[in-house]
Nanobody, 123 residues
C-alpha cells in the first residue's frame, strides 16, 4: 500500500511565496518521476512541474522562473517552492507519481495521486 499526501497550501498575497510538500508513504523501492498538477474551478487539470529521480526538471511556461521543484535525499518526497505568486496561480494543487511507484515487495502502482491542497492568491 502507498499514498501521497500534500501539505503547505493556504492564502497568500500576490507576490508572496508558498512551499508545497508531498510525502509518499509505504515500503517504497522507487519513484522515477514526481510532479505537481493544478486545477482551477471550471478549468482542466494542468501540469505545473515534474522531476525525475535523477534531478531532471520540467516546468510549465506559466511558472518558469517563479516555481522550483525538488526532491529530498530519500526520494520519498517532493517540494514545490512557489515565488512571485499571481492570482491566476489559484487552484487545487495535486501531487502525482507520473512514472508509477514500485514497492519493495514487487507491487507496482502505475498511477497515484494525492488528495490535493488549496492555494489561493488574493489581496
Amino acid at each position: 500500500q502507498v499514498q501521497l499526501v500534500e501539505s503547505g497550501g493556504g492564502l497568500v498575497q500576490p507576490g508572496g511565496s508558498l512551499r508545497l510538500s508531498c510525502a509518499a508513504s509505504g515500503s517504497i523501492h522507487s519513484i522515477n518521476v514526481m510532479g505537481w498538477y493544478r486545477q482551477a474551478p471550471g478549468k482542466q487539470r494542468e501540469s505545473v512541474a515534474s522531476i525525475t529521480d535523477g534531478g531532471i526538471t520540467n516546468y510549465a511556461d506559466s511558472v518558469k522562473g517563479r516555481f522550483a521543484i525538488s526532491r529530498d535525499n530519500a526520494k520519498n518526497a517532493v517540494v514545490l517552492q512557489m515565488n512571485s505568486l499571481k492570482p491566476e496561480d489559484t487552484a487545487v494543487y495535486y501531487c502525482n507519481a507520473d512514472g508509477g511507484v514500485l514497492l519493495k515487495n514487487g507491487i507496482y502502482y502505475p498511477d497515484l495521486w494525492g488528495p490535493g491542497t488549496q492555494v489561493t492568491v488574493s489581496s
